[in-house]
């Protein structure tokens, strides 16, 4: 059975074969990238949440008094959102057996940007591991500030796995883009 892959942008269609076991692994692996999508979705919502109830009163620490964690809380909240617009154009790939953007712009857009919101996850996550361990000795006192910096740095080094992941798989689509030409050969 054939398939036309139309080309958004006016040009001829191209045709590939399709067999019924190939068109099941596809949708078995847009599911699969959907599930990574969704939990970065989730950690890095959950990470910027915490992040951002994590005040104690007038006269303890307040994260937005220092760089680091305002970064950890940005850095999480950027990447829930687009988690959640991934999610979005993964449903729709899902549903209507076509991409949002013309192939080749969804490829590259989906791999860069993985790439670089994983990075910049990963980066923030570092700098506010490293500004929860200079304030290891001042936690004596605001121990549930300190905790809760902690956990919310921990759900956003998680985030940063499972995009990690999900930037894994785009890169293999990439590759099945160059290579035959549509990242639905699979």
Not at 21 to 33: A, E, V
Not at 101 to 123: N, R, T
Request: charged share 15%.
């Amino acid at each position: 059975m054939r398939f036309p892959q139309p080309h958004r942008n006016g040009g001829e269609t191209q045709q590939h074969f399709h067999s019924t076991i190939s068109l099941q692994k596809l949708k078995r692996f847009n599911s699969l990238i959907l599930v990574f999508r969704f939990s970065a979705f989730c950690f890095s919502l959950a990470s910027a949440v915490f992040m951002l109830t994590n005040s104690r009163g007038s006269d303890s620490f307040h994260w937005y008094n220092f760089d680091a964690f305002r970064y950890v809380f940005a850095a999480n909240a950027i990447v829930a959102v687009y988690s959640l617009f991934e999610m979005t154009a993964a449903v729709w790939e899902i549903s209507r057996n076509a991409t949002l953007f013309p192939e080749v712009c969804q490829v590259w857009f989906d791999f860069g940007h993985d790439q670089v919101f994983a990075y910049l996850l990963l980066s923030a996550n570092s700098t506010g591991t490293e500004m929860a361990r200079t304030m290891k000795d001042a936690c004596t006192d605001n121990k549930p500030f300190c905790v809760q910096s902690d956990i919310a740095i921990a759900l956003g080094f998680v985030g940063f796995l499972f995009l990690g992941v999900s930037s894994l798989f785009s890169g293999f689509r990439v590759v099945c883009f160059i290579i035959n030409g549509s990242r639905f050969y699979v």
